[in-house]
């Protein structure tokens, strides 16, 4: 059954750092899909595409709301992509979903677009 499973989430202070991963079975064609992260923190009304990348050339896609404090990257051979999140702040707490879809990724795009879905990690950012 395909699927996609994160992990790496937890509590940490503001100002921290944080490595989630999201690895992807078998059954997903990884390679020329795009992998997402999605965030729906406790006040958010849906879940919000944060971060993206295209596995066939590496493109990626940010939300503007990071200031270039996350960087999404992949393992191909290990079907796996990275969410690195630096410079935490209480405003990142939330639950942090992976997401695939095959086909390239066009700018960041609602979760109806995407066919895969992992069940989230939970990242906790204290002041």
């Known amino acids: 059954q395909a699927r996609l499973v994160e992990s790496g989430g937890g509590s940490v202070q503001a100002g921290g750092s944080l490595r989630l991963s999201c690895a992807a079975s078998?059954?997903?064609?990884?390679?020329?899909?795009?992998l997402a992260w999605f965030r729906q923190t406790p006040t958010g009304k849906e879940r919000e595409e944060i971060a993206?990348?295209?596995?066939?050339?590496?493109?990626?896609y940010y939300a503007d709301s990071l200031k270039g404090r996350f960087t999404v990257s992949q393992d191909n051979p290990a079907n796996r992509v990275y969410l690195d999140m630096t410079r935490l702040e209480p405003e990142d707490t939330g639950m942090y979903f992976c997401?695939?879809?095959?086909?390239?990724?066009?700018?960041?795009?609602?979760?109806?677009?995407?066919?895969?879905w992992g069940q989230g990690t939970q990242v906790t950012v204290s002041s």
């Open positions: 997401a695939a879809r095959v086909g390239g990724c066009f700018g960041l795009q609602p979760p109806t677009k995407y066919d895969y």
């Open positions: 993206a990348i295209y596995t066939g050339d590496d493109t990626t």
């Open positions: 078998s059954d997903i064609p990884f390679f020329g899909s795009c």
